[in-house]
Protein backbone atom coordinates (compact mmCIF):
# COMPACT_ATOMS: atom_id res chain seq x y z
CA UNK A 1 0.00 0.00 0.00
CA UNK A 2 1.10 3.55 -0.79
CA UNK A 3 1.38 6.04 1.71
CA UNK A 4 -1.69 8.21 2.04
CA UNK A 5 -1.13 11.52 0.33
CA UNK A 6 -0.72 14.42 3.60
CA UNK A 7 -1.51 17.74 3.72
CA UNK A 8 0.71 20.42 4.20
CA UNK A 9 -0.41 21.51 7.85
CA UNK A 10 -0.40 25.39 6.56
CA UNK A 11 -1.96 25.21 3.29
CA UNK A 12 -5.12 25.94 3.97
CA UNK A 13 -7.49 24.67 1.02
CA UNK A 14 -9.80 26.50 -0.80
CA UNK A 15 -13.48 24.76 -0.76
CA UNK A 16 -15.43 24.01 -4.29
CA UNK A 17 -18.42 25.05 -3.70
CA UNK A 18 -20.57 23.76 -5.99
CA UNK A 19 -23.70 24.63 -8.03
CA UNK A 20 -25.67 21.70 -9.01
CA UNK A 21 -28.04 21.82 -12.00
CA UNK A 22 -31.10 20.56 -13.31
CA UNK A 23 -31.10 17.31 -15.28
CA UNK A 24 -33.75 17.53 -18.49
CA UNK A 25 -33.13 15.16 -21.10
CA UNK A 26 -30.76 13.15 -20.08
CA UNK A 27 -27.99 16.63 -19.88
CA UNK A 28 -27.33 18.67 -17.14
CA UNK A 29 -28.76 22.67 -18.14
CA UNK A 30 -29.03 25.71 -16.23
CA UNK A 31 -32.32 26.83 -15.37
CA UNK A 32 -33.14 29.12 -17.75
CA UNK A 33 -33.88 31.58 -15.46
CA UNK A 34 -30.79 31.82 -14.27
CA UNK A 35 -31.74 31.33 -10.50
CA UNK A 36 -29.98 29.61 -8.37
CA UNK A 37 -30.35 29.13 -4.71
CA UNK A 38 -28.44 28.17 -1.25
CA UNK A 39 -29.33 24.81 0.20
CA UNK A 40 -28.48 23.98 4.05
CA UNK A 41 -28.32 21.19 5.86
CA UNK A 42 -30.12 20.94 9.34
CA UNK A 43 -27.65 22.86 10.82
CA UNK A 44 -28.15 25.83 8.68
CA UNK A 45 -24.68 25.53 7.20
CA UNK A 46 -23.95 25.82 3.51
CA UNK A 47 -24.08 22.37 1.55
CA UNK A 48 -24.40 23.89 -1.75
CA UNK A 49 -25.98 25.96 -4.90
CA UNK A 50 -28.71 24.05 -6.78
CA UNK A 51 -30.54 25.50 -9.55
CA UNK A 52 -33.88 27.07 -9.31
CA UNK A 53 -36.40 25.61 -11.99
CA UNK A 54 -38.88 27.87 -13.19
CA UNK A 55 -42.04 27.47 -15.53
CA UNK A 56 -40.07 27.16 -18.61
CA UNK A 57 -37.82 24.45 -17.25
CA UNK A 58 -40.99 22.53 -16.09
CA UNK A 59 -42.43 22.99 -19.75
CA UNK A 60 -38.70 21.67 -20.98
CA UNK A 61 -38.96 18.84 -19.04
CA UNK A 62 -42.38 17.83 -19.57
CA UNK A 63 -41.36 18.03 -23.58
CA UNK A 64 -38.54 15.42 -22.96
CA UNK A 65 -40.05 13.54 -20.73
CA UNK A 66 -43.03 13.35 -23.77
CA UNK A 67 -40.31 13.21 -26.20
CA UNK A 68 -38.92 9.64 -24.02
CA UNK A 69 -42.32 7.95 -23.56
CA UNK A 70 -42.77 6.11 -26.63
CA UNK A 71 -39.15 4.90 -26.94
CA UNK A 72 -39.71 3.92 -23.08
CA UNK A 73 -42.81 2.14 -22.84
CA UNK A 74 -42.34 -0.02 -25.74
CA UNK A 75 -38.99 -1.48 -24.58
CA UNK A 76 -39.76 -4.91 -23.03
CA UNK A 77 -40.65 -5.08 -19.30
CA UNK A 78 -37.89 -7.17 -18.68
CA UNK A 79 -35.65 -4.87 -20.55
CA UNK A 80 -36.97 -2.05 -18.08
CA UNK A 81 -35.54 -4.11 -15.45
CA UNK A 82 -32.83 -4.80 -16.15
CA UNK A 83 -32.16 -1.25 -16.72
CA UNK A 84 -33.81 -0.09 -13.38
CA UNK A 85 -31.25 -3.48 -11.59
CA UNK A 86 -28.27 -1.63 -13.44
CA UNK A 87 -29.59 1.92 -11.40
CA UNK A 88 -29.68 -0.36 -8.32
CA UNK A 89 -25.65 -1.37 -8.96
CA UNK A 90 -24.56 2.29 -9.55
CA UNK A 91 -26.46 3.49 -6.84
CA UNK A 92 -24.14 0.98 -4.67
CA UNK A 93 -21.03 2.17 -6.00
CA UNK A 94 -21.31 5.64 -5.16
CA UNK A 95 -22.83 3.93 -1.49
CA UNK A 96 -20.34 6.33 0.40
CA UNK A 97 -21.91 9.78 -1.43
CA UNK A 98 -25.04 9.14 -0.56
CA UNK A 99 -24.59 7.99 3.09
CA UNK A 100 -22.70 11.29 3.43
CA UNK A 101 -25.18 13.56 1.57
CA UNK A 102 -28.70 11.50 3.02
CA UNK A 103 -26.68 12.58 6.36
CA UNK A 104 -26.35 16.04 5.87
CA UNK A 105 -29.59 16.53 4.41
CA UNK A 106 -31.48 14.85 6.65
CA UNK A 107 -29.53 15.40 9.89
CA UNK A 108 -29.30 11.80 10.73
CA UNK A 109 -26.74 9.80 12.37
CA UNK A 110 -24.13 8.11 10.60
CA UNK A 111 -25.68 4.61 11.02
CA UNK A 112 -28.73 5.16 10.05
CA UNK A 113 -27.91 7.20 6.70
CA UNK A 114 -26.44 3.78 5.89
CA UNK A 115 -29.60 1.90 6.52
CA UNK A 116 -31.19 4.29 4.63
CA UNK A 117 -29.17 4.05 1.72
CA UNK A 118 -28.97 0.23 1.66
CA UNK A 119 -32.61 0.38 1.53
CA UNK A 120 -33.16 2.48 -1.20
CA UNK A 121 -30.74 0.17 -3.22
CA UNK A 122 -32.63 -2.77 -1.79
CA UNK A 123 -36.22 -1.06 -3.01
CA UNK A 124 -34.50 -0.41 -6.48
CA UNK A 125 -34.11 -3.83 -6.88
CA UNK A 126 -37.41 -5.07 -5.50
CA UNK A 127 -38.99 -2.61 -8.16
CA UNK A 128 -36.90 -3.93 -10.73
CA UNK A 129 -37.89 -6.97 -10.19
CA UNK A 130 -41.52 -6.23 -10.84
CA UNK A 131 -41.32 -4.88 -14.30
CA UNK A 132 -41.97 -8.31 -15.64
CA UNK A 133 -44.61 -9.12 -13.24
CA UNK A 134 -46.99 -6.59 -12.67
CA UNK A 135 -48.89 -7.04 -16.19
CA UNK A 136 -49.68 -10.95 -14.41
CA UNK A 137 -50.66 -9.95 -11.45
CA UNK A 138 -52.84 -6.97 -12.54
CA UNK A 139 -53.82 -8.16 -15.96
CA UNK A 140 -55.30 -11.33 -17.01
CA UNK A 141 -57.95 -13.42 -18.77
CA UNK A 142 -61.65 -12.74 -17.76
CA UNK A 143 -64.05 -14.70 -17.75
CA UNK A 144 -67.02 -14.02 -20.16
CA UNK A 145 -70.28 -15.55 -21.05
CA UNK A 146 -69.56 -15.10 -24.74
CA UNK A 147 -67.84 -16.57 -27.51
CA UNK A 148 -64.77 -14.05 -26.84
CA UNK A 149 -61.33 -14.31 -25.53
CA UNK A 150 -61.26 -11.78 -22.82
CA UNK A 151 -57.87 -9.94 -21.31
CA UNK A 152 -56.61 -7.18 -19.46
CA UNK A 153 -53.28 -5.58 -19.45
CA UNK A 154 -52.04 -2.55 -18.12
CA UNK A 155 -50.13 0.04 -19.95
CA UNK A 156 -48.42 3.03 -18.61
CA UNK A 157 -50.23 6.53 -18.35
CA UNK A 158 -47.83 8.67 -19.83
CA UNK A 159 -46.15 11.51 -18.41
CA UNK A 160 -46.27 12.01 -14.26
CA UNK A 161 -45.51 14.70 -12.69
CA UNK A 162 -44.33 13.50 -8.90
CA UNK A 163 -43.64 16.36 -6.54
CA UNK A 164 -41.16 14.22 -4.73
CA UNK A 165 -41.33 13.44 -0.72
CA UNK A 166 -39.57 16.78 1.23
CA UNK A 167 -38.74 14.68 4.38
CA UNK A 168 -37.09 11.88 2.86
CA UNK A 169 -34.88 12.94 0.44
CA UNK A 170 -33.63 9.81 -0.82
CA UNK A 171 -35.20 6.69 -0.04
CA UNK A 172 -38.82 8.57 -0.41
CA UNK A 173 -37.84 9.87 -3.67
CA UNK A 174 -36.29 6.75 -4.91
CA UNK A 175 -39.63 4.91 -3.57
CA UNK A 176 -42.15 7.21 -5.67
CA UNK A 177 -39.77 7.28 -8.72
CA UNK A 178 -39.26 3.89 -9.29
CA UNK A 179 -42.70 2.32 -9.41
CA UNK A 180 -43.65 5.23 -11.47
CA UNK A 181 -40.72 4.38 -14.42
CA UNK A 182 -40.61 0.42 -14.31
CA UNK A 183 -44.27 0.22 -15.72
CA UNK A 184 -43.14 2.48 -18.91
CA UNK A 185 -44.29 6.12 -17.79
CA UNK A 186 -41.65 8.86 -17.87
CA UNK A 187 -41.20 11.07 -15.35
CA UNK A 188 -40.96 14.93 -14.30
CA UNK A 189 -39.49 15.18 -10.52
CA UNK A 190 -39.75 18.59 -8.67
CA UNK A 191 -37.54 17.73 -5.84
CA UNK A 192 -37.48 18.37 -2.06
CA UNK A 193 -36.60 22.35 -2.07
CA UNK A 194 -35.24 22.02 0.95
CA UNK A 195 -33.18 18.57 0.32
CA UNK A 196 -32.18 18.56 -2.96
CA UNK A 197 -28.92 16.95 -2.95
CA UNK A 198 -29.47 13.65 -3.00
CA UNK A 199 -32.09 13.89 -5.94
CA UNK A 200 -29.49 15.71 -8.05
CA UNK A 201 -26.78 12.77 -7.22
CA UNK A 202 -29.52 10.64 -8.05
CA UNK A 203 -29.63 12.20 -11.61
CA UNK A 204 -26.23 11.91 -11.87
CA UNK A 205 -26.55 8.29 -11.16
CA UNK A 206 -29.42 7.90 -13.80
CA UNK A 207 -27.21 9.65 -16.69
CA UNK A 208 -24.49 7.10 -15.61
CA UNK A 209 -26.55 3.92 -16.17
CA UNK A 210 -28.72 3.03 -18.90
CA UNK A 211 -32.01 4.97 -18.80
CA UNK A 212 -32.45 6.23 -21.92
CA UNK A 213 -32.89 10.50 -21.76
CA UNK A 214 -36.17 11.92 -20.47
CA UNK A 215 -37.14 8.81 -18.99
CA UNK A 216 -36.25 10.71 -15.49
CA UNK A 217 -36.08 14.41 -15.32
CA UNK A 218 -35.30 16.37 -12.21
CA UNK A 219 -36.05 20.16 -11.13
CA UNK A 220 -34.31 21.81 -8.21
CA UNK A 221 -36.20 24.50 -6.52
CA UNK A 222 -39.38 26.17 -5.02
CA UNK A 223 -42.20 24.25 -5.66
CA UNK A 224 -44.50 27.37 -6.27
CA UNK A 225 -42.44 28.02 -9.50
CA UNK A 226 -42.76 24.58 -10.95
CA UNK A 227 -45.30 22.54 -9.60
CA UNK A 228 -48.76 24.88 -10.70
CA UNK A 229 -47.43 24.42 -14.20
CA UNK A 230 -46.74 21.02 -13.92
CA UNK A 231 -50.13 20.18 -12.71
CA UNK A 232 -51.66 22.07 -15.14
CA UNK A 233 -49.86 21.10 -18.19
CA UNK A 234 -52.08 19.41 -20.80
CA UNK A 235 -49.01 17.28 -21.71
CA UNK A 236 -49.01 15.88 -18.30
CA UNK A 237 -51.54 12.47 -17.91
CA UNK A 238 -50.81 12.18 -13.86
CA UNK A 239 -49.62 13.52 -11.17
CA UNK A 240 -48.32 12.17 -7.69
CA UNK A 241 -48.82 15.45 -4.79
CA UNK A 242 -47.17 13.21 -2.29
CA UNK A 243 -44.45 16.54 -1.85
CA UNK A 244 -47.41 18.17 -0.17
CA UNK A 245 -47.80 16.85 3.27
CA UNK A 246 -49.31 18.82 5.38
CA UNK A 247 -50.04 21.52 2.85
CA UNK A 248 -53.63 20.73 2.10
CA UNK A 249 -54.22 24.12 0.79
CA UNK A 250 -51.83 23.84 -1.85
CA UNK A 251 -52.83 20.37 -2.53
CA UNK A 252 -56.40 21.20 -3.48
CA UNK A 253 -54.99 24.16 -5.48
CA UNK A 254 -52.87 21.51 -8.03
CA UNK A 255 -55.93 18.74 -7.80
CA UNK A 256 -58.62 21.25 -8.96
CA UNK A 257 -55.92 22.57 -12.23
CA UNK A 258 -54.95 18.96 -12.73
CA UNK A 259 -58.71 18.30 -13.41
CA UNK A 260 -58.12 20.11 -16.35
CA UNK A 261 -57.26 16.87 -18.77
CA UNK A 262 -57.98 14.91 -15.93
CA UNK A 263 -55.28 13.97 -14.86
CA UNK A 264 -54.66 10.75 -12.56
CA UNK A 265 -54.04 12.71 -9.14
CA UNK A 266 -52.24 10.42 -6.25
CA UNK A 267 -53.35 12.96 -3.27
CA UNK A 268 -50.80 13.84 -0.38
CA UNK A 269 -51.58 12.00 2.34
CA UNK A 270 -51.99 13.42 6.10
CA UNK A 271 -48.20 12.35 6.71
CA UNK A 272 -45.51 10.76 5.17
CA UNK A 273 -45.81 7.71 5.31
CA UNK A 274 -43.14 5.18 6.73
CA UNK A 275 -40.77 4.92 3.46
CA UNK A 276 -39.41 1.46 5.22
CA UNK A 277 -42.31 -0.65 5.04
CA UNK A 278 -43.52 -3.09 2.23
CA UNK A 279 -44.13 -0.68 -0.65
CA UNK A 280 -46.90 -3.11 -1.79
CA UNK A 281 -48.33 -2.29 -5.43
CA UNK A 282 -50.58 0.92 -5.02
CA UNK A 283 -47.98 2.82 -6.48
CA UNK A 284 -47.19 1.04 -9.56
CA UNK A 285 -51.33 0.49 -10.22
CA UNK A 286 -51.82 4.56 -9.44
CA UNK A 287 -50.18 5.09 -13.15
CA UNK A 288 -51.04 2.01 -14.80
CA UNK A 289 -54.47 2.26 -17.01
CA UNK A 290 -55.90 -1.01 -18.04
CA UNK A 291 -56.77 -1.73 -21.31
CA UNK A 292 -59.26 -4.37 -21.69
CA UNK A 293 -59.47 -6.60 -25.13
CA UNK A 294 -62.47 -8.50 -26.46
CA UNK A 295 -61.58 -10.84 -29.03
CA UNK A 296 -64.15 -13.15 -30.74
CA UNK A 297 -63.43 -16.75 -31.05
CA UNK A 298 -64.94 -18.70 -33.81
CA UNK A 299 -67.27 -21.64 -31.84
CA UNK B 1 -47.43 39.36 -71.26
CA UNK B 2 -44.26 39.42 -72.22
CA UNK B 3 -40.56 40.52 -70.37
CA UNK B 4 -41.26 43.80 -71.31
CA UNK B 5 -44.19 44.37 -69.71
CA UNK B 6 -42.93 42.17 -66.67
CA UNK B 7 -39.77 44.46 -66.12
CA UNK B 8 -41.58 48.16 -67.48
CA UNK B 9 -41.08 49.58 -63.97
CA UNK B 10 -37.85 48.73 -63.71
CA UNK B 11 -35.24 51.81 -63.94
CA UNK B 12 -33.04 51.95 -66.98
CA UNK B 13 -29.83 50.49 -65.59
CA UNK B 14 -31.75 47.64 -64.36
CA UNK B 15 -33.58 46.83 -67.40
CA UNK B 16 -30.06 46.99 -69.43
CA UNK B 17 -29.05 44.54 -66.93
CA UNK B 18 -31.07 41.59 -68.53
CA UNK B 19 -30.41 42.75 -72.06
CA UNK B 20 -27.68 40.22 -72.58
CA UNK B 21 -26.51 37.19 -70.38
CA UNK B 22 -23.05 39.31 -69.99
CA UNK B 23 -24.01 42.40 -68.93
CA UNK B 24 -26.42 40.33 -66.19
CA UNK B 25 -23.46 38.23 -65.00
CA UNK B 26 -21.83 42.03 -64.74
CA UNK B 27 -24.81 43.17 -62.63
CA UNK B 28 -25.15 40.15 -60.33
CA UNK B 29 -21.31 40.12 -59.50
CA UNK B 30 -21.53 43.95 -59.12
CA UNK B 31 -23.37 43.41 -56.35
CA UNK B 32 -21.78 44.08 -53.09
CA UNK B 33 -20.41 40.96 -51.14
CA UNK B 34 -22.33 39.40 -48.29
CA UNK B 35 -20.21 39.56 -45.07
CA UNK B 36 -20.90 36.12 -43.83
CA UNK B 37 -19.99 36.85 -40.38
CA UNK B 38 -21.92 39.94 -40.07
CA UNK B 39 -24.81 38.30 -41.12
CA UNK B 40 -24.75 35.27 -39.06
CA UNK B 41 -24.39 37.57 -36.38
CA UNK B 42 -26.77 39.80 -37.04
CA UNK B 43 -29.73 37.11 -37.66
CA UNK B 44 -28.36 35.48 -33.94
CA UNK B 45 -28.59 38.99 -32.24
CA UNK B 46 -31.71 39.70 -33.52
CA UNK B 47 -33.37 36.02 -32.99
CA UNK B 48 -32.53 36.80 -29.18
CA UNK B 49 -34.96 39.75 -29.65
CA UNK B 50 -37.39 38.75 -26.41
CA UNK B 51 -41.02 38.98 -27.59
CA UNK B 52 -44.05 38.81 -24.35
CA UNK B 53 -46.93 39.48 -23.87
CA UNK B 54 -49.40 41.59 -26.14
CA UNK B 55 -46.87 41.52 -28.47
CA UNK B 56 -46.23 38.34 -28.51
CA UNK B 57 -50.05 37.13 -28.88
CA UNK B 58 -50.11 39.95 -31.78
CA UNK B 59 -47.26 38.48 -33.36
CA UNK B 60 -48.44 34.88 -33.19
CA UNK B 61 -51.69 35.83 -34.50
CA UNK B 62 -49.75 37.46 -37.58
CA UNK B 63 -47.72 34.23 -37.73
CA UNK B 64 -50.88 31.99 -38.27
CA UNK B 65 -51.94 34.22 -41.15
CA UNK B 66 -48.43 34.34 -42.57
CA UNK B 67 -48.45 30.42 -42.47
CA UNK B 68 -48.45 28.86 -46.25
CA UNK B 69 -49.81 25.09 -44.97
CA UNK B 70 -48.03 22.67 -46.88
CA UNK B 71 -47.96 19.26 -47.72
CA UNK B 72 -45.79 17.89 -50.33
CA UNK B 73 -45.62 14.01 -50.11
CA UNK B 74 -45.74 11.48 -52.42
CA UNK B 75 -48.33 9.93 -50.58
CA UNK B 76 -50.70 12.90 -50.54
CA UNK B 77 -54.21 11.96 -51.03
CA UNK B 78 -57.52 14.03 -51.68
CA UNK B 79 -59.00 13.09 -48.31
CA UNK B 80 -55.20 14.97 -47.11
CA UNK B 81 -55.43 18.03 -48.81
CA UNK B 82 -59.17 18.14 -48.16
CA UNK B 83 -58.64 18.17 -44.44
CA UNK B 84 -55.68 20.20 -44.40
CA UNK B 85 -57.92 22.82 -46.01
CA UNK B 86 -60.54 22.38 -43.47
CA UNK B 87 -57.31 22.98 -41.14
CA UNK B 88 -56.44 26.33 -43.03
CA UNK B 89 -59.72 27.89 -42.64
CA UNK B 90 -60.43 27.24 -38.74
CA UNK B 91 -56.98 26.77 -37.57
CA UNK B 92 -58.61 26.01 -33.82
CA UNK B 93 -61.83 24.82 -34.17
CA UNK B 94 -62.25 25.49 -30.68
CA UNK B 95 -61.97 29.45 -30.87
CA UNK B 96 -63.36 31.24 -33.70
CA UNK B 97 -60.88 34.00 -32.77
CA UNK B 98 -57.94 32.47 -34.34
CA UNK B 99 -57.45 33.71 -37.50
CA UNK B 100 -57.08 31.20 -40.89
CA UNK B 101 -53.41 30.84 -42.38
CA UNK B 102 -53.04 32.62 -45.97
CA UNK B 103 -52.72 29.52 -48.08
CA UNK B 104 -52.62 25.85 -48.84
CA UNK B 105 -49.54 24.97 -50.69
CA UNK B 106 -50.04 21.53 -52.81
CA UNK B 107 -48.79 19.54 -56.13
CA UNK B 108 -50.64 20.28 -58.91
CA UNK B 109 -52.68 17.97 -58.73
CA UNK B 110 -54.31 18.44 -56.01
CA UNK B 111 -55.09 21.89 -56.85
CA UNK B 112 -58.93 21.33 -58.23
CA UNK B 113 -59.49 19.64 -54.45
CA UNK B 114 -57.91 22.14 -52.36
CA UNK B 115 -59.83 24.85 -54.76
CA UNK B 116 -63.23 22.94 -54.22
CA UNK B 117 -62.69 23.02 -50.19
CA UNK B 118 -61.70 26.55 -49.61
CA UNK B 119 -63.96 28.43 -52.61
CA UNK B 120 -64.87 31.17 -50.72
CA UNK B 121 -63.02 30.96 -47.71
CA UNK B 122 -60.44 33.96 -49.16
CA UNK B 123 -57.65 31.15 -47.85
CA UNK B 124 -55.42 30.98 -51.45
CA UNK B 125 -54.15 27.81 -53.02
CA UNK B 126 -50.81 28.13 -53.74
CA UNK B 127 -49.07 25.17 -56.41
CA UNK B 128 -46.02 24.09 -56.65
CA UNK B 129 -44.69 23.46 -59.99
CA UNK B 130 -41.83 23.27 -62.87
CA UNK B 131 -40.90 19.54 -61.80
CA UNK B 132 -40.97 20.08 -58.49
CA UNK B 133 -38.53 19.89 -56.18
CA UNK B 134 -35.43 19.42 -58.60
CA UNK B 135 -36.88 21.20 -61.62
CA UNK B 136 -34.93 19.06 -63.98
CA UNK B 137 -37.56 18.64 -66.79
CA UNK B 138 -37.27 20.35 -70.29
CA UNK B 139 -38.73 23.46 -70.61
CA UNK B 140 -41.96 22.67 -72.16
CA UNK B 141 -42.72 20.11 -69.75
CA UNK B 142 -41.79 22.97 -66.70
CA UNK B 143 -44.26 25.07 -68.74
CA UNK B 144 -47.07 22.70 -68.86
CA UNK B 145 -47.02 21.92 -65.14
CA UNK B 146 -47.47 25.23 -64.39
CA UNK B 147 -49.75 26.47 -66.80
CA UNK B 148 -51.84 22.81 -65.21
CA UNK B 149 -52.05 24.48 -61.94
CA UNK B 150 -52.77 28.21 -63.11
CA UNK B 151 -55.71 26.67 -64.97
CA UNK B 152 -56.85 24.05 -62.37
CA UNK B 153 -57.04 27.74 -59.98
CA UNK B 154 -54.21 28.10 -57.90
CA UNK B 155 -53.74 31.69 -56.77
CA UNK B 156 -49.95 31.47 -56.42
CA UNK B 157 -47.53 29.35 -58.39
CA UNK B 158 -44.28 28.55 -56.49
CA UNK B 159 -41.59 27.27 -59.59
CA UNK B 160 -37.98 25.82 -58.95
CA UNK B 161 -35.36 27.53 -60.72
CA UNK B 162 -32.88 25.83 -62.49
CA UNK B 163 -29.77 25.58 -59.79
CA UNK B 164 -27.61 23.85 -62.14
CA UNK B 165 -27.99 26.63 -64.93
CA UNK B 166 -27.68 29.18 -62.05
CA UNK B 167 -24.26 27.36 -60.95
CA UNK B 168 -23.32 27.38 -64.22
CA UNK B 169 -23.31 30.88 -64.49
CA UNK B 170 -25.82 30.75 -66.54
CA UNK B 171 -27.87 33.48 -65.43
CA UNK B 172 -29.56 34.74 -68.23
CA UNK B 173 -31.16 31.25 -69.02
CA UNK B 174 -32.72 30.98 -65.67
CA UNK B 175 -34.18 34.85 -66.13
CA UNK B 176 -35.90 33.59 -68.92
CA UNK B 177 -37.51 30.28 -67.78
CA UNK B 178 -38.73 32.39 -64.24
CA UNK B 179 -39.89 35.04 -67.08
CA UNK B 180 -41.26 32.43 -69.44
CA UNK B 181 -43.48 31.06 -66.51
CA UNK B 182 -44.22 34.53 -65.16
CA UNK B 183 -46.55 34.30 -68.25
CA UNK B 184 -47.64 31.27 -67.99
CA UNK B 185 -49.11 32.85 -65.09
CA UNK B 186 -51.63 35.02 -67.04
CA UNK B 187 -54.91 34.24 -67.02
CA UNK B 188 -57.31 34.25 -69.77
CA UNK B 189 -59.23 37.23 -68.00
CA UNK B 190 -55.69 39.31 -67.73
CA UNK B 191 -55.52 38.62 -63.54
CA UNK B 192 -52.23 36.63 -62.56
CA UNK B 193 -51.84 34.45 -60.34
CA UNK B 194 -48.81 35.17 -57.95
CA UNK B 195 -45.20 33.66 -59.04
CA UNK B 196 -42.87 32.67 -56.08
CA UNK B 197 -39.82 31.31 -57.06
CA UNK B 198 -37.78 28.69 -54.90
CA UNK B 199 -34.24 29.38 -54.86
CA UNK B 200 -32.59 26.36 -52.51
CA UNK B 201 -30.78 28.45 -51.08
CA UNK B 202 -29.27 25.29 -49.55
CA UNK B 203 -27.71 24.71 -52.92
CA UNK B 204 -26.41 27.39 -53.61
CA UNK B 205 -23.59 27.58 -51.59
CA UNK B 206 -22.83 31.29 -50.37
CA UNK B 207 -24.14 34.20 -48.89
CA UNK B 208 -23.17 36.17 -52.51
CA UNK B 209 -25.20 33.84 -54.70
CA UNK B 210 -28.04 34.33 -52.33
CA UNK B 211 -28.02 37.41 -53.04
CA UNK B 212 -27.27 37.08 -56.69
CA UNK B 213 -29.90 34.81 -56.64
CA UNK B 214 -33.10 36.89 -55.41
CA UNK B 215 -32.20 39.83 -57.84
CA UNK B 216 -32.39 37.82 -60.19
CA UNK B 217 -35.83 36.44 -59.85
CA UNK B 218 -37.07 39.75 -59.01
CA UNK B 219 -35.77 41.24 -62.24
CA UNK B 220 -37.52 38.54 -63.69
CA UNK B 221 -40.73 39.13 -62.23
CA UNK B 222 -41.03 37.38 -59.11
CA UNK B 223 -43.68 38.72 -56.95
CA UNK B 224 -42.66 36.56 -53.96
CA UNK B 225 -38.65 35.33 -53.75
CA UNK B 226 -38.83 31.80 -51.40
CA UNK B 227 -35.35 30.37 -49.66
CA UNK B 228 -35.97 26.44 -50.24
CA UNK B 229 -38.67 23.49 -51.66
CA UNK B 230 -38.03 21.46 -48.01
CA UNK B 231 -36.66 19.01 -49.44
CA UNK B 232 -33.07 19.86 -49.07
CA UNK B 233 -31.22 20.54 -45.99
CA UNK B 234 -30.47 23.54 -45.09
CA UNK B 235 -33.93 24.57 -45.57
CA UNK B 236 -34.37 28.22 -44.17
CA UNK B 237 -32.35 29.63 -42.56
CA UNK B 238 -32.07 33.08 -40.77
CA UNK B 239 -29.07 34.50 -42.26
CA UNK B 240 -30.40 33.38 -45.63
CA UNK B 241 -33.85 35.24 -44.86
CA UNK B 242 -31.82 37.96 -43.66
CA UNK B 243 -29.89 38.22 -47.19
CA UNK B 244 -33.10 37.84 -48.86
CA UNK B 245 -35.36 40.47 -46.67
CA UNK B 246 -31.71 42.67 -47.81
CA UNK B 247 -32.73 41.95 -51.13
CA UNK B 248 -36.36 43.01 -51.39
CA UNK B 249 -35.61 45.84 -49.40
CA UNK B 250 -33.15 47.74 -51.75
CA UNK B 251 -35.29 46.23 -54.79
CA UNK B 252 -38.04 48.59 -53.58
CA UNK B 253 -35.78 51.27 -53.04
CA UNK B 254 -34.32 50.55 -56.35
CA UNK B 255 -37.46 49.82 -58.50
CA UNK B 256 -40.28 51.14 -56.15
CA UNK B 257 -41.85 47.77 -56.21
CA UNK B 258 -42.51 45.04 -53.22
CA UNK B 259 -41.44 41.78 -53.32
CA UNK B 260 -42.52 39.55 -50.54
CA UNK B 261 -39.93 36.77 -48.66
CA UNK B 262 -40.89 32.87 -47.96
CA UNK B 263 -39.16 31.02 -45.94
CA UNK B 264 -40.00 27.76 -46.02
CA UNK B 265 -38.66 24.42 -44.46
CA UNK B 266 -37.50 23.79 -41.14
CA UNK B 267 -39.88 26.37 -39.04
CA UNK B 268 -41.40 23.99 -36.34
CA UNK B 269 -41.58 26.39 -33.17
CA UNK B 270 -43.44 29.49 -32.50
CA UNK B 271 -39.70 30.43 -31.18
CA UNK B 272 -38.07 30.41 -34.24
CA UNK B 273 -41.10 31.69 -36.36
CA UNK B 274 -41.02 35.30 -34.01
CA UNK B 275 -37.34 35.15 -34.77
CA UNK B 276 -37.75 35.59 -38.04
CA UNK B 277 -40.92 38.13 -37.80
CA UNK B 278 -38.67 40.76 -35.53
CA UNK B 279 -35.56 40.47 -38.57
CA UNK B 280 -38.41 41.44 -41.10
CA UNK B 281 -39.49 44.38 -38.99
CA UNK B 282 -36.12 45.18 -38.32
CA UNK B 283 -34.41 44.50 -41.41
CA UNK B 284 -37.15 45.19 -44.47
CA UNK B 285 -39.34 47.14 -42.16
CA UNK B 286 -42.86 47.00 -40.87
CA UNK B 287 -44.41 47.68 -44.56
CA UNK B 288 -43.29 43.41 -44.83
CA UNK B 289 -45.38 42.22 -41.82
CA UNK B 290 -47.84 41.57 -43.81
CA UNK B 291 -49.23 38.14 -45.05
CA UNK B 292 -48.94 39.30 -49.01
CA UNK B 293 -45.53 40.20 -48.15
CA UNK B 294 -44.32 38.12 -45.46
CA UNK B 295 -45.10 34.02 -45.54
CA UNK B 296 -43.75 30.65 -43.69
CA UNK B 297 -43.57 27.43 -45.69
CA UNK B 298 -44.33 25.03 -43.16
CA UNK B 299 -46.14 22.04 -42.05
CA UNK B 300 -45.48 21.53 -38.51
CA UNK B 301 -45.38 25.06 -36.98
CA UNK B 302 -48.72 25.75 -37.50
CA UNK B 303 -49.95 23.45 -34.34
CA UNK B 304 -47.21 24.55 -32.67
CA UNK B 305 -48.44 28.18 -33.12
CA UNK B 306 -52.40 26.98 -32.38
CA UNK B 307 -50.49 25.20 -28.86
CA UNK B 308 -48.42 28.56 -28.12
CA UNK B 309 -51.82 30.58 -29.04
CA UNK B 310 -54.02 28.02 -26.17
CA UNK B 311 -51.32 28.90 -23.81
CA UNK B 312 -51.96 32.60 -24.02
CA UNK B 313 -55.49 32.79 -23.81
CA UNK B 314 -55.69 30.05 -20.95
CA UNK B 315 -52.36 30.42 -18.89
CA UNK B 316 -51.59 26.41 -19.47
CA UNK B 317 -49.31 24.64 -21.37
CA UNK B 318 -51.20 22.58 -24.01
CA UNK B 319 -50.36 19.62 -25.94
CA UNK B 320 -50.18 17.73 -28.85
CA UNK B 321 -53.34 15.99 -28.25
CA UNK B 322 -55.24 19.33 -28.50
CA UNK B 323 -54.19 20.01 -32.19
CA UNK B 324 -54.30 17.62 -35.27
CA UNK B 325 -51.65 15.48 -36.61
CA UNK B 326 -51.48 16.10 -40.21
Known amino acids: MTAPLEEPATARRVEVRKTYKLFVGGAFPRSESGRSYVVQDTAGRFLANASAASRKDARNAVQAARKAFAGWSSRTPYNRGQVLYRVAEVLEGRRAQFIDEVQRSEGVGRRQARALVNLTVDRLVWYAGWADKIGQVVGGTNPVAGPYLNFSVPEPTGVVAVLAPSGSSLLGLVSVLAPVIVTGNTVVVASSHQRPLPAITFSEVLATSDVPGGVVNVLTGPLGDTAPTLASHLDVNAVDLIGLVGDAERATELEQSAADNLKRVLRAPVREPDWARDPGLERMTAFLETKTVWHPIGV | ?326
Open chain 2, 1 to 326: MGAGTLLSPVPEELSAATGSDAALRRFLHGLPGVDQVGAEARASALAGRSVKATAKAFAIDLAIRMVDLTTLEGADTRGKVRALSTKAMRPDPADPTCPAVAAVCVYPDMVGTARATLAGSGVHVASVATAFPSGRAAPAVKLADARDAVQAGADEIDMVIDRGAFLSGRYLEVLDQIVAVGEVCGRPDGTRAHLKVICETGELQTYDNVRRVSWLAMLAGADFIKTSTGKVQPAATLPVTLVMLEAVRDFRFATGRQVGVKPAGGIRTTKEALAYLVMVNEVAGTDWLDPDLFRFGASSLLNDLLMQRMRMTTGRYSSPDYVTVD
